[in-house]
């Protein structure tokens, strides 16, 4: 019970924090059967997904999936999550010149701006907690465990799975589910 209760309070923290950064965080415990029903604004797609991992407090992980902007990929990769969100939300800023965005520097603005109809608009994860009867859920731990814990820290090329995802835009924000992982890097 009191695990549980932690767990609360860390994902509330971390859906704080990354809400605040303009990267809602989605700690989900996905089944087969959770497949949220298409709106009208939803499309299901393949794309590709980087794969982080976060420990809980019970010794077992979290997978964290993150679907980053291809303009912005190549400057996340050997960066944290919080360090790619942080130039995610400083590339889409108005306001370039808070604190946050100043330590970016030259490499900020050596990033190229997003395009107006890409999708994702921004930088988008969610956290799945095992266990799980997803479809493909055992290839996401399969890969997890064939890599480097402190590696899974950080984005990598080596560590990105292709799923069949949902995408639902709407005028204030955009999100994803994961409906099913197809595959595990290399592809």
Not at 75 to 95: E, I, N, P, V
Request: charged share 20%.
């Amino acid at each position: 019970m009191k695990t549980s209760r932690k767990l609360r309070k860390l994902a509330s923290g971390a859906l704080l924090l990354c809400a605040l950064l303009g990267n809602p965080l989605h700690l989900v415990r996905p089944t087969s059967a959770q497949s949220p029903a298409a709106q009208p604004n939803s499309v299901d797609s393949e794309q590709i997904l980087f794969l982080q991992t976060m420990p809980l407090k019970n010794g077992k992980d979290s997978y964290g999936l993150t679907w980053i902007p291809v303009p912005l990929q190549k400057y996340c990769l050997g960066k944290t999550s919080q360090q790619c969100a942080t130039m995610d939300f400083c590339l889409r800023t108005t306001t370039p010149s808070i604190d946050m965005c100043r330590n970016l520097g030259s490499a900020l603005q050596r990033m190229p701006r997003y395009p107006r109809d890409m999708s994702p608009r921004r930088m988008l994860s969610i956290f799945l907690i095992p266990p799980s009867t997803m479809n493909g859920f055992d290839l996401l731990q399969k890969l997890a465990e064939t890599r480097p814990r402190s590696s899974l820290q950080l984005f990598s090329m080596d560590a990105r799975v292709k799923a069949r995802v949902r995408f639902t835009r709407q005028p204030d924000d955009d999100s994803f589910s994961v409906l099913e992982i197809l595959a595990a890097s290399p592809f």
